[in-house]
């Protein structure tokens, strides 16, 4: 009695939660996805739950440019299914967009605004990652 079970996930440590406001994406593939962001965006990984049988996790927590930025695989049968992201971006605040840009690219996101001087002052690029995820990267220059 009081024994954890093989399959339970043991305490973790705390871990820190960054930035005022944590996305927490869908994404199918989730692991993958924080691999992903390791070479595009320079996410480090936080905390990750292991998978399960079917190869999904529950939980990752990543550090993305000074931000957490968590996300998990769908889970249809706990009313969670997979469904295309619309209506926002994530906005990377960037020292340098056009380095920013270029890393993503080459790390394998479509190119969707290249870096431009913006009528507001900034400089400002877009991309699509492989995940359906829109990213953007705004050099402050005012």
């Known amino acids: ?10 305490a973790a440590a705390a ?13 199918d593939g989730a692991i993958k996805a924080a691999e992903f962001y390791g070479r595009a965006f320079g996410a480090t990984t936080a905390d990750i739950y292991p998978p ?25 049968e706990h009313g969670c299914p997979w469904e295309a992201p619309q209506g926002f971006s994530l906005c990377v605040m960037s020292g340098d967009c056009d380095a920013d840009f270029k890393r993503a690219v080459d790390a394998g996101c479509q190119a969707m605004m ?8 900034d400089r400002y690029a877009q991309v699509r990652d492989p995940f359906g995820y829109v990213w953007g990267f705004n050099q402050v220059r005012r």
């Open 1 to 10: 009695m009081g024994e954890a079970l093989e399959t339970e996930r043991p």
């Open 15 to 27: 871990v820190e939660v960054k930035g005022g406001v944590a996305p927490y994406l869908m994404v």
């Open 52 to 76: 399960d049988e079917q190869g999904r996790t529950m939980h990752v927590h990543l550090y993305v440019n000074g931000s957490s930025i968590m996300m998990s695989d769908p889970y249809p």
């Open 114 to 121: 290249e870096p431009a001087d913006m009528f507001y002052g």
